[in-house]
């Protein structure tokens, strides 16, 4: 349980241990999570489509389940923003109503922090799931060549190339050379149905044709530039932060992962400026940011700990992961006690700044037998068990020096 500890006139809470579960069909049951010391859990009505209402009986049911288990329904991940509110589409209004109910209902089941992305089409982007690593283990990657690929040559998005260095083309043309049929197909399937598939529901359930759905998906963002996308998340924050004030309900948005522009389509939260803006769009305290310090540190243009500094106070939820990026900006999982998440200066800072905020860690590596078992990308068992333990021990060493 998080614990208050009383020193003199200082209160301190120790940040919340949370864990991403997927529901009853998560093969990573709530009795095994019990017992690796996890608080609260993050999860989602996962069967209820984009746009529709989450019903406060629905609710009520999963926390009960959860609650029998000895712990908490802490953190919604995610309540979706369909498309069509993302991009201005005819049925807005409607969609927006629906998330004001589910807001609603969420808010009186008691659980109040809410995350949601507003990254149009994709969300979060690798390009294998299964990177050796020296030791045995494996963790995700994102390739840019690879990725380029993908959008030049499978897509076949018209311009794609301008958007890449000429350097960067000789790559992608020199690899259209030798790339086999297999990995073509492994590469779809990685970037559109792997790692879409659990997370956003365009992409859920058995998707026949994933290119050309990608592509019809393409085209309702045509004439949508930052400018416009911002508008539209304005618009989505000034309809729904007044429902989140009246139910208590805390709004956080997460960061784009990778943080900065892809395929031809905006991507606005990714930066400094960026979340400042989203802030400042709605100054309530309901309009807040899931500070994912993976997400951000897959930017090299991105400092972590100077922006967990400044955003603390406006966080709701934090994911603890890093990343290592090279040059060329591919990128990998880094260990939770390495890379550019400055995961030890960032516990400091949250635990001093927003004390009790809830924490999960995130996309474990792939180790030991986690290969036997059936697990949404990203979120294996045992690497994220070894990530919990050294994200606790950092939570004790911080704590001790208080
Ligand atoms: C991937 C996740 C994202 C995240 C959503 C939040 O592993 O970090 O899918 O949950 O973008 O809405």
């Not at 045995?136 to 990725?147: A, E, H, P, V």
Request: proline share 4%; with cysteine; glycine share 8%.
């Amino acid at each position: 349980m998080s614990w208050l500890l009383t020193l003199g006139s200082f209160v301190f809470k120790n940040m919340e241990k949370t864990w991403r579960w997927f529901g009853r069909k998560d093969n990573i049951t709530l009795d095994m999570l019990r017992q690796i010391g996890v608080e609260g859990i993050v999860t989602a009505l996962h069967d209820v489509p984009s746009g529709e209402v989450w019903t406060l009986e629905a609710i009520t049911e999963l926390k009960a389940y959860i609650e029998s288990y000895g712990l908490r329904w802490s953190v919604v991940e995610s309540l979706p923003v369909s498309e069509s509110i993302k991009y201005g589409g005819a049925n807005r209004e409607q969609l927006l109503e629906n998330y004001k109910i589910s807001l609603a209902n969420l808010g009186k089941a008691g659980i109040k922090t809410v995350v949601y992305n507003f990254m149009p089409v994709i969300d979060w982007i690798r390009t294998d799931l299964n990177y050796k690593l020296a030791d045995g283990t494996s963790t995700l990657y994102f390739d840019k060549i690879r990725f380029a690929y993908f959008d030049c040559y499978i897509l076949n998005r018209e311009g794609a190339a301008a958007d890449y260095s000429t350097d960067e083309m000789k790559q992608v043309n020199a690899l259209n050379k030798t790339i086999s049929e297999e990995e073509k197909a492994e590469l779809i399937n990685t970037i559109i149905v792997k790692t879409q598939g659990f997370v956003n529901d365009s992409f859920k359930g058995n998707v026949l044709k994933p290119v050309e759905l990608f592509n019809q998906l393409l085209e309702l963002y045509k004439g949508i530039d930052k400018n416009q996308l911002r508008a539209n998340l304005k618009y989505f924050l000034e309809s729904v932060i007044p429902t989140a004030e009246q139910y208590g309900v805390n709004l956080c948005v997460h960061p784009d992962d990778p943080p900065y522009p892809v395929l031809g389509l905006p991507r606005i939260v990714g930066n400094v400026d960026d979340i400042e803006w989203i802030l400042n769009a709605d100054k309530s305290p309901n309009n807040g940011f899931t500070f994912c310090a993976g997400s951000l540190s897959s930017g090299l243009h991105n400092d972590v700990p100077a922006m967990a500094q400044k955003f603390a106070k406006r966080t709701h939820f934090v994911h603890l992961r890093s990343t290592e990026v090279a040059d060329n900006g591919n990128f990998m999982e880094a260990s939770h006690l390495e890379g550019r998440g400055h995961l030890v200066e960032l516990v400091r800072i949250f635990e001093s700044e927003n004390p009790g905020l809830p924490m999960r860690v995130d996309h474990g590596k792939l180790m030991l037998t986690d290969g036997d078992t059936k697990h949404n990308p990203g979120y294996s068992f045992l690497g994220r068990m070894f990530a919990l333990a050294q994200v606790s021990g950092i939570m004790a060493a911080v704590d001790s020096k208080k």
